[in-house]
């Protein structure tokens, strides 16, 4: 539970960790050809997964282009430009 109004829970944290993770899986198993399960298999492996979920780091709050660029640099992919407004 949140402390304040600056503080988000581990909750949150968590639950926008996974949603943030799970758009970032279906755009990459869409542009892949690979199923949603063999992408979470995959991303789950790599070190990435890892940093999302160290709440420290923040990756949680960059959204799903920011993961995926953070994925194609770990796997050694050229970083896909991201959508701009």
């Known amino acids: 539970m949140a402390t304040s ?6 909750d949150r944290k968590d639950a926008t960790a ?3 993770m799970r758009c970032m899986l279906l755009s990459y198993a869409e ?7 063999r992408a ?12 999302l979920f160290d709440f420290d780091a923040a990756i949680w709050k960059e959204g799903p282009d920011y993961l995926r660029g953070l994925y ?6 050229e970083v896909r430009p991201s959508f701009s407004a």
Do not use: P
Not at 5 to 10: E, F, G, H
């Open 72 to 77: 194609d640099e770990e796997r050694g992919e």
């Open 18 to 20: 996974i949603t943030v």
């Open 31 to 37: 542009e892949k050809g690979i199923s949603f399960e």
């Open 40 to 51: 979470m298999q995959e991303f789950a492996r790599s070190r990435t997964y890892g940093a």
């Open 5 to 10: 109004n600056n503080t988000v829970s581990i």
